[in-house]
C-alpha cells in the first residue's frame, strides 16, 4: 500500500512535468494545412508550414503523414529558433522527368542555415531517377544538364538525420556541406548499381560529422570525401552496390583545403568495385594534405581492390600524368581487413612520387581470392614504405621477385 502511495505521489510530481513536455511541442501536420496526397505539388504547402515552424519560439515538428506526396522541389531555409524537427512517416516522390524540375539549378530538397535539426520519421524520398540515368552523359559531354541532388543540407548545426530512406535520386542522394555536429544513424540509400553517379552520402568541408549504422547502396560511392573535412567517423556502415568510401577526388581545385581526422570502422563492403579508397588528381595544382585516416575492423565480400591509395586517378583519361600528384598523405593506418578480393592486386597504395605517402602502417590483412589463388595475388606499392605487423595475406609489399 505504501508502494503504491509512493508511486502516485511521483507521478502526481511528474505529470504537469510530462505535460507540459508533451505541449511544448507544436506539430505542423501538412495534412491539416490543406496538402493532399496523390498527386498534387505539396511544395506550397511544406513552404508556408516550414515558415511557420522556423518562427515558433517553442520545440516544433513538421509532419508528413503517412501515405504518398507529390512534391516538386523545395527549400526549406531556417534559421529556427527553436528545435525543429521534420518528420517523414509517408513516402515523398519526386517528379520523374528532370526537365521539369522548376528551378533547373538547384536541387530536390534543399535544406541551409539551421542549428538543432532532425530528420525522423521512417519514411522515404524517392527521387524516381531512372530517366535521368539513362540520359547522363555527364561523363564525355561537359554541356550535360545539372540533375538534382535529392537531399542537399548546408549550413546545418548540430542535427541528426535517423530512419529515413533516400532512394533512386537522379544525382547524388545527399550532401553535408559546410556543416558541424551532424549524425547520420540509421540512414538507408537505395539506388541500382547500375545508376550513374548516384553517391550515396558526399561530405565537405565540415567538421565533427558521424555516419553510423546505416544501409548504402547505389550506382556510385558509397560515401564520398571532399576537402575541409575534419573529424569525419563512419561505423557499422553497410556498402553495396557502389564503389565503396572515398577520400576524393582532389587535386583539381587549387583552393582545395586539407584533410584530416577520417575513421572508417567495423564496415562491410559487398559487391563494391572498391572498399576504402584515397584518389587525387595527377598533373593538378592543388596541394593540400591528407591525414589522419583510419581504416580499422572492415570486412570484404566479393570487392575488386579492398584498399586503394590512388594518386594517379585520371578516369576517363581526362587528365594527362606527366606530372605528379602534389598532395601528400601521411598518418594512415589499415588494420583488420578481412574477406575476399576477386582482384590479384588486393591492395594498391600508388602514392605520388613528389609526395610520397609518409607515415603507414598496415597490420592484420587475411584477404582470400575469391576462386583458387593465384601465384601473383599480392599489392601494389609505389613511393611508399609502410610499417607492416601481424597477418599478411596477400603479402603486402613484397620485394620485387629476382630474376633467376
Given amino acids: 500500500m505504501e508502494i503504491k502511495l509512493f508511486f502516485s505521489a511521483v507521478l502526481l510530481v511528474f505529470l504537469p512535468f510530462l505535460a507540459y513536455h508533451a505541449e511544448s511541442v ?5 495534412s491539416k494545412y490543406g496538402a493532399k496526397p496523390g498527386g498534387e505539388d505539396i511544395s506550397p504547402v511544406l513552404a508556408k508550414v516550414w515558415k511557420e515552424a522556423c518562427e515558433a519560439t517553442n520545440a516544433s515538428k513538421v509532419l508528413i503523414p503517412k501515405g504518398t506526396w507529390y512534391l516538386s ?3 526549406l531555409v531556417g534559421p529556427n529558433k ?3 524537427e521534420l518528420e517523414v512517416q509517408g513516402t515523398v516522390e519526386a517528379n ?7 528551378q533547373k539549378d538547384g536541387q530536390w530538397i534543399t535544406i541551409n542555415y539551421l542549428d538543432g535539426f532532425t530528420i525522423s520519421g521512417g519514411g522515404v524520398f524517392d527521387g524516381k531517377g531512372e530517366q535521368a540515368w539513362k540520359a547522363n552523359d555527364c561523363h564525355k559531354n561537359p554541356n550535360c544538364p545539372k540533375l538534382p541532388i535529392n537531399l542537399s543540407l548546408n549550413f546545418i548545426k548540430n542535427a541528426i538525420i535517423k530512419d529515413v530512406t533516400t532512394k533512386d535520386s537522379k544525382n547524388f542522394h545527399c550532401n553535408c556541406i559546410s556543416s558541424q555536429n551532424v549524425t547520420f544513424q540509421r540512414f538507408t540509400i537505395s539506388a541500382p548499381g547500375e545508376s550513374i553517379n548516384t553517391d550515396g552520402i558526399h561530405i565537405a568541408r565540415v567538421s565533427n560529422v558521424k555516419v553510423l549504422d546505416s544501409n548504402i547502396g547505389t550506382g556510385d560511392d558509397c560515401i564520398s570525401i571532399g576537402d575541409e573535412t575534419t573529424d569525419l567517423h563512419i561505423e557499422n556502415v553497410k556498402c553495396g ?3 565503396g568510401i572515398s577520400v576524393g577526388s582532389m587535386g583539381k581545385n587549387p583552393a582545395e583545403k586539407d584533410v584530416t581526422g577520417i575513421t572508417v570502422k567495423k564496415c562491410t563492403f559487398t559487391g563494391t568495385s572498391n572498399g576504402v579508397r584515397v584518389k587525387t588528381w595527377p598533373s593538378a595544382p592543388a596541394t593540400l594534405k591528407i591525414s589522419n585516416l583510419h581504416f580499422e575492423d572492415l570486412t570484404m565480400n566479393n570487392v575488386s581492390y579492398p584498399v586503394v591509395i590512388d594518386q594517379q586517378y585520371c578516369p576517363w583519361n581526362l587528365c594527362t600524368k606527366d606530372k605528379p600528384s602534389l598532395i601528400q598523405i601521411s598518418g594512415l593506418t589499415v588494420k583488420n581487413v578481412r574477406g575476399t578480393a576477386n582482384t590479384k592486386e588486393a591492395l594498391l597504395f600508388s602514392c605520388s612520387s613528389s ?3 609518409q607515415n603507414v602502417q598496415i597490420s592484420d590483412i587475411d584477404l582470400k581470392y575469391v576462386n583458387s589463388i593465384p601465384a601473383n595475388f599480392t599489392t601494389v606499392c609505389e613511393n611508399v614504405k609502410p610499417t607492416v605487423s601481424g597477418k599478411q595475406n596477400p603479402p603486402i609489399c613484397p620485394p620485387p621477385a629476382q630474376a633467376s
Fill in 26 to 30: 507544436t506539430v505542423f501536420d501538412i
Fill in 73 to 75: 522541389q523545395i527549400r
Fill in 82 to 84: 527553436a528545435p525543429l
Fill in 96 to 102: 520523374p522527368d528532370y526537365t521539369k524540375l522548376p
Fill in 241 to 243: 552496390p557502389g564503389h
Fill in 355 to 357: 609526395k610520397p605517402c
